[in-house]
C-alpha cells in the first residue's frame, strides 16, 4: 500500500495514522479515486439505440402472452424462486412536508454534522447553539423526516413501506391459490449507516406491516470518503473523512460481502428482483415481469418507459456498439444530437427507453458480476456540498449506479410499462413543478378509481375527479384483478380506501 501516493499524502500526513490504517483501506480507496477523476470527460463510447427485438412493447403484447407470463412468474414465486432486494439507503431523507421555510446549505451542513457526531462535546456544543436559532430544530426534524415512513396523504395515512410491504402479502397469497403450500417472499431491505436505525425501528414498530420478521432482512450498503476536485479527501472533524454512501450500485458489493447472495441461494432462489423506495406504483414481485424474464432466458432484465419529451432529465438504455451489451446513459452524458434524434420509420425517439430502477436478475449473474464491479473500481463523481471541518464546502461524491452491471450481462431484455400504471416517483418536496408526494399520491388515486370503474363500481366526490379519487387497498388487489366482488354495482367516495 503506498501511502505516499500524491492523492493520498496530504490526509495520511493530517491524520493519526493508527486510526487511519483501521478505518480506511488506502490502495482500494487510492485505486477508486483514480479510475474515477481519470474516466471525467473521456468520450461516450459509440453506441446504438436498443434493437427492437430486445424490447417487449405494451402495444406488441397479446393478452394470452400477458396470462401465460403472469402464471409462469406465480409458479416461481410458489416454489420459492424469488426473492425482493429494496434500495432505501442514500445519506438523507427527504422529506414531504413543506409548510416551514426551507433549509439553507448551512443549516443542513450543520444538521448532518450534529446528527452524526452527537457523542462528541463538540457536537453537543454545537447542538445547543444551533437550538437558538429561531425554529431551526424543528425545521432539522422535517428535513430528516421520510416520505417512505410518514406516508404522502393517502386516504388509508399508508406509508410506501407498508404499501410495498402489502404488495408482497398479496402476491404471496395468490401464488398460494395457484399452487399448494404457504410462499415466502424474502424481502431484503438495503438502508446505509445514515438511515438504518430508523428504518428497522419504523418496521419494528409496525409489526413489519403483517409479514413475518424472519422473511425481512436488512443490510447496509457502504461508505466511501469523499474527495475535492484534485483528489484531496474532505475531513468531517480534525480526525473522521466525511464520507457518504457508495450509491444505489453498492448494493452488488453489500450482498457479497454479507453473505446475503449465500443465503438466498440457501432459500432456493433463483431470481431476484431490485427496486427503488421513492415509487408509489411500484409492482413489487410482479408475476408478469418474473414470467417474461424467466420465458427470455436473460441474466438481467429491467423495465423501462418511454422518454415524455427530448428533454427530459432520466437515463436511457443503449446498445454499446452495434451487437455490444446493453447499458444506460446518464442524461448529462448525451449530447444534444443523440437527444433529440428521431426515428423515421416510427416518428419516435430513437433513444427514447428510460431507465426507472425496476430490475430483474438471476442469482447466478448477481454472483459473477460482483467481482468484475469491484476489480473495474467503476464509480461515477458526483459533485455535492460536503459538510466539513470548514462548513459545507464543494466536493465529490464517489458512487456506483444500480444499472453499472448491464454492460457485463450477456443478455438483458427490456419490458416497456406505462408511468401511469407503474412509475409514480416521489423525488421532490411538495412544491415542486414534478414528482412530488402530492403528484405521486394523485396518480395512484386516478389508477384505482380506474380499477374500481372497470370492476362495476361508481364514484362521487366533492371535489374535481382529477384533483382526487379512491385508494385501493394492495391486500384487496395486486394490479386491479379480483375487485368485482367488492365493486360492482357499489358507488364509492373519493377520497377513501377500498378494503376487504
Excluded at 446498445?319 to 447499458?327: A, E, I
Excluded at 394492495?474 to 357499489?490: D, Q
Aim: hydrophobic share 40%; proline share 5%; charged share 20%.
Amino acid at each position: 500500500m503506498d501511502v505516499h501516493s500524491p492523492l493520498l499524502l496530504p490526509l495520511y500526513i493530517e491524520l493519526n495514522c493508527d486510526l487511519m490504517h483501521k478505518s480506511l483501506d488506502l490502495a482500494r480507496i487510492d485505486r477508486i479515486v483514480r479510475c474515477s477523476l481519470r474516466s471525467q470527460g473521456v468520450p461516450l463510447p459509440a453506441v446504438e439505440p436498443v434493437p427492437e427485438s430486445s424490447v417487449s412493447t405494451v402495444e406488441d403484447r397479446t393478452p394470452e402472452d400477458k396470462q401465460r407470463w403472469w402464471k409462469r412468474g406465480l409458479k416461481a414465486i410458489s416454489e420459492g424462486k424469488l426473492a425482493v432486494v429494496l434500495l432505501a439507503g442514500g445519506q438523507e431523507m427527504k422529506s414531504h412536508i413543506s409548510s416551514f421555510s426551507p433549509i439553507s446549505d448551512r443549516e443542513q451542513g450543520l444538521a448532518v454534522l450534529i446528527l452524526r457526531d452527537a457523542s462528541s462535546i463538540f457536537g453537543v456544543i454545537s447542538y445547543v447553539l444551533v437550538c437558538f436559532q429561531s425554529s431551526l430544530i424543528l425545521r432539522f426534524m422535517v428535513f430528516f423526516s421520510s416520505d417512505f415512513c410518514s406516508g404522502i396523504g393517502l386516504p388509508s395515512g399508508k406509508s410506501l413501506f407498508q404499501l410495498q410491504a402489502e404488495r408482497i402479502l398479496c402476491i404471496q397469497k395468490l401464488a398460494a391459490q395457484s399452487a399448494d403450500g404457504t410462499p415466502q417472499i424474502h424481502w431484503y431491505i438495503m438502508t446505509s449507516p445514515f438511515t438504518d436505525e430508523a428504518t428497522r425501528k419504523f418496521f419494528e414498530s409496525h409489526r413489519y406491516f403483517g409479514l413475518e420478521p424472519d422473511q425481512v432482512t436488512f443490510f447496509q450498503q457502504g461508505t466511501i470518503p469523499c474527495v475535492s476536485a484534485d483528489g484531496r479527501f474532505i475531513m468531517e472533524t480534525p480526525y473522521k473523512v466525511a464520507r457518504a454512501p457508495d450509491g444505489n450500485g453498492g448494493v452488488y458489493a453489500a450482498l457479497k460481502s454479507q453473505r446475503l447472495l449465500d443465503d438466498m441461494a440457501g432459500r432456493g432462489v433463483k431470481y431476484v428482483d431490485c427496486y427503488g423506495v421513492d415509487n408509489v406504483l411500484v409492482r413489487v414481485a410482479d408475476p408478469t415481469f418474473l414470467g417474461y424474464f424467466i420465458d427470455k432466458g436473460v441474466s438481467a432484465a429491467a423495465k423501462v418507459v418511454r422518454k415524455a419529451y427530448p428533454q427530459e432529465k432520466v437515463g436511457v438504455f443503449v446498445q454499446r456498439g452495434r451487437g455490444g451489451p446493453l447499458s444506460v446513459v446518464e442524461y448529462s452524458e448525451m449530447d444534444a444530437a443523440m437527444t433529440t434524434e428521431i426515428n423515421q420509420g416510427t416518428g419516435r425517439l430513437r433513444y427514447c427507453w428510460s431507465n426507472v430502477c425496476l430490475h430483474m436478475f438471476t442469482l447466478d449473474f448477481l454472483n459473477q458480476v460482483t467481482n468484475s464491479l469491484e476489480k473495474d473500481s467503476i464509480y461515477h463523481l458526483a459533485e455535492k456540498k460536503i459538510p466539513s471541518i470548514h462548513g459545507y464546502t464543494a466536493g465529490l461524491k464517489l458512487e456506483q449506479f444500480i444499472f453499472d452491471v448491464f454492460t457485463y450481462s450477456p443478455s438483458t431484455a427490456l419490458f416497456e410499462i406505462l408511468r401511469e400504471e407503474e412509475f409514480a416517483p416521489v423525488k421532490n418536496a411538495n412544491g415542486a413543478t414534478y414528482d412530488t408526494p402530492d403528484s405521486a399520491r394523485l396518480m395512484l388515486l386516478r389508477l384505482h378509481s380506474r380499477w374500481v370503474v372497470a370492476a362495476g363500481g361508481f364514484l362521487t366526490h366533492s371535489v374535481p375527479l382529477y384533483m382526487t379519487g379512491v385508494e385501493v387497498s394492495p391486500l384487496s388487489s395486486y394490479a386491479g384483478e379480483n375487485l368485482e366482488a367488492i365493486c360492482r354495482g357499489r358507488t364509492f367516495h373519493a377520497p377513501s380506501e377500498i378494503s376487504f
